[in-house]
């Protein structure tokens, strides 16, 4: 996984706005006092961003940085912020950190709430809030926390990466060599079987007019009909050559802004056509762009 830089909230910033083009600004380690590889951004309240930065969480109110570390040292795959709580995916460790009356975030770590132990080297590199819980994903298993009640539940998933993608009828991630799976409060289905979609990654999963869209994380698009039929449709980024997809973010027109490996980001309107590349030549400090660096 190559690091990704601070510049990415600027450009998301820019995306969701409507903007044609995004003024890019690279912080560098110097100014925060911090390693750099960062492995997740997140907004949380008040305006405060927070940043998985290897090690350490890096909080930044605008003018001040302050650093945070987890209680037995590990590295910080992920983050999420539910209005109230940040939530964090480690290695071998996952929880939250919430601040006190004097403003300073104190960690809580849920690895307690467990039946069973952690796995052997588990991490957590995906966390997504739905509804009244707080999913946390590793390439083993999904765990599902609710906040009300203090419990865990576990949907047994071994994926090649860790993506959860939520539709109306429930949650769907794809399962190694299984194919794509949908959950919800009936339980847990095979939806769409591996033959279908090969042994290509489900980088995006989307609804639009009753059918289902998938693009894989070699830039293919195929749209399932409700009958289950499987419809291949024309790879957008066909022109840049071979492509290789990490991951997606789903912007609120519509569109969907794309993480690869190589070449940068790439960015669909809502009809799935090919809008703009930003890349190094734009002013991106690295050519790789993957997990939640989206």
Same mark, same amino acid.
């Given at each position: 996984?190559?690091?990704?830089?601070?510049?990415?909230?600027?450009?998301?910033?820019?995306?969701?706005?409507?903007?044609?083009?995004?003024?890019?600004?690279?912080?560098?380690? +110097? /100014?925060?006092?911090? $390693?750099?590889?960062?492995?997740?951004? &997140? #907004?949380?309240? @008040?305006?405060?961003?927070?940043?998985?930065?290897?090690?350490?969480?890096?909080?930044?109110?605008?003018?001040?940085?302050?650093?945070?570390?987890?209680?037995?040292?590990?590295?910080?795959?992920?983050?999420?912020?539910?209005?109230?709580?940040?939530?964090?995916?480690?290695?071998?460790?996952?929880?939250?950190?919430?601040?006190?009356?004097?403003?300073?975030?104190?960690?809580?770590? +849920? /690895?307690?709430?467990? $039946?069973?132990?952690?796995?052997?080297? &588990? #991490?957590?590199? @995906?966390?997504?809030?739905?509804?009244?819980?707080?999913?946390?994903?590793?390439?083993?298993?999904?765990?599902?926390?609710?906040?009300?009640?203090?419990?865990?539940?576990?949907?047994?998933?071994?994926?090649?990466?860790?993506?959860?993608?939520?539709?109306?009828?429930?949650?769907?991630?794809?399962?190694?060599?299984?194919?794509?799976?949908?959950?919800?409060?009936?339980?847990?289905? +095979?939806?769409?079987?591996?033959?279908?979609?090969?042994?290509?990654?489900?980088?995006?999963?989307?609804?639009?007019?009753?059918?289902?869209?998938?693009?894989?994380?070699?830039?293919?698009?195929?749209?399932?009909?409700?009958?289950?039929?499987?419809?291949?449709?024309?790879?957008?980024?066909?022109?840049?050559?071979?492509?290789?997809?990490?991951?997606?973010?789903?912007?609120?027109?519509?569109?969907?802004?794309?993480?690869?490996?190589?070449?940068?980001?790439?960015?669909?309107?809502?009809?799935?056509?090919?809008?703009?590349?930003?890349?190094?030549?734009?002013?991106?400090?690295?050519?790789?762009?993957?997990?939640?660096?989206?």
């Amino acid at each position: 996984m190559k690091r990704f830089y601070l510049v990415l909230f600027l450009l998301l910033c820019c995306f969701t706005q409507g903007q044609e083009s995004a003024p890019i600004q690279a912080i560098s380690p +110097l /100014t925060y006092d911090g $390693e750099n590889q960062n492995w997740a951004i &997140e #907004e949380g309240d @008040n305006g405060y961003m927070y940043l998985a930065n290897n090690h350490s969480i890096l909080s930044f109110d605008g003018e001040r940085w302050s650093k945070y570390g987890t209680p037995n040292g590990s590295v910080i795959r992920s983050l999420t912020f539910d209005g109230k709580r940040l939530y964090a995916g480690c290695y071998m460790e996952f929880g939250y950190w919430e601040r006190n009356e004097q403003g300073a975030l104190i960690y809580t770590s +849920l /690895t307690k709430l467990l $039946e069973d132990s952690l796995l052997e080297d &588990e #991490e957590f590199w @995906n966390i997504q809030v739905v509804d009244d819980l707080v999913l946390f994903q590793s390439f083993s298993r999904i765990l599902l926390f609710n906040p009300d009640k203090e419990s865990i539940e576990e949907i047994p998933a071994e994926v090649n990466r860790a993506a959860i993608f939520e539709l109306a009828d429930g949650l769907y991630y794809q399962v190694k060599n299984k194919g794509l799976y949908v959950w919800n409060k009936s339980g847990s289905k +095979l939806l769409i079987p591996e033959n279908v979609i090969g042994d290509q990654a489900v980088v995006s999963f989307t609804e639009k007019d009753g059918s289902k869209q998938a693009i894989l994380d070699n830039g293919e698009r195929v749209v399932f009909g409700a009958d289950g039929t499987a419809k291949g449709l024309e790879n957008p980024f066909s022109f840049l050559g071979p492509v290789s997809i990490y991951c997606s973010y789903r912007l609120k027109d519509g569109g969907i802004l794309l993480g690869t490996i190589a070449n940068g980001l790439l960015q669909l309107n809502s009809q799935g056509h090919f809008v703009k590349q930003i890349s190094i030549k734009q002013g991106l400090q690295d050519k790789d762009y993957g997990k939640k660096s989206l």
